[in-house]
């Protein structure tokens, strides 16, 4: 029986493309910046999102760490979203490793952040408050459904957080998923921010890796704090190799993720039991089981049959598709889920 990964999309595996690029990368020691495929697809990826300069990190979580490290001192204050992922799976990093205060703001369904809660949210100069430096969106939203920012909401949020002298970070994550659900170029969608991070390793299909593009002199900075935390790899070209193929080759097919995640909650809300919670525009379906179904025991039973799924807690799950799964997987994994849920009567 074929298993059916719906956890991530991070558990995508490479191309043979990739592989091949891989194997035949060229490669310097990249902490001297002497890596020629690292300098390359820090090159393609400043200019995909349209910023100066850009740093190819080991994962999300280190460039956007990396942002806040760079972007703020010890003492300073961020704004996040109260479902951010910098707020609830990056282990506390900027608090631990950075020293800040996290400033959380209430997070829309649709992923945003009602900017007047976040105008309320910047400190005032007061000798007892910290100074607020950085307001941090996520684009597109994990924890609420794959949710889409649009380039004019985060230019509204910029032109705020600019007005009172603080930075802007995106963590884009899944930024050009947010692209192909709206049809508009990544650079659009990170132009008002001060920095952007964008993963290799889930949609695109990369073993591993993230970027962090912003201007010139914000790289630099973040290049020694990634030395700093243990980011110099060396001889990464062999890493950067396939992230070069996921950018040529990766982006464009993200649409048929999309349309198999609208497939699959549109299955999952006709069978009984099941609610899906949130609207699908990407890749991401959020659904929610009646009291009736444990939710520890879909998770062990749906195992058993080759369906992974990712389980929030309680009765709320999430599920993911990607390049490895396919419509006939959508339809497959539907009977399962269904055929146990019915056969619980």
Known sequence: MRTIDLRSDTVTHPTDEMRRAMFEARVGDDVYGEDPTVNELEQMAARIVNKEAALFTASG??????????????????????EAHMFWYEVGGASALGGVMVHTVRNEVDG?????????????KNIHYPPTRLLCLENTHNRCGGAVLTAEYTAEAARL???????????????FNAAVALGVPAAKLAKDADSV????????SAPVGSLLCGDRAFVESARKWRKM?????????????????????MVDRLADDHANARRLADGLSRISNIAVTAP????IVMFELSASVPGDELLKEMDARGVRLSHRGGQLFRVV???????????????????????RR
């Open 61 to 82: 979580t280190m460039s956007n760490l990396l942002a806040v490290l760079a972007q703020t001192k010890r003492g300073d204050e961020i704004i996040t979203g109260s």
């Open 112 to 124: 945003s952040l009602d900017l007047s809660a976040v105008k309320e949210a910047i400190r005032g």
């Open 161 to 175: 957080a600019h007005e009172h002298g603080l930075r802007v970070h995106v963590d884009g994550a899944r930024i």
């Open 197 to 204: 991070s964008f993963c290799l390793s889930k949609g695109l």
């Open 229 to 249: 935390v243990g980011g110099g790899m060396r001889q990464a070209g062999v890493l950067a190799a396939a992230g070069i193929v996921a950018l040529n080759t």
């Open 280 to 283: 699908v525009p990407t890749n």
């Open 321 to 343: 598709t990607h390049r490895m799964v396919t419509a006939e997987d959508v339809s497959d994994a539907l009977g399962r889920i269904s055929s146990y849920i019915q056969g």
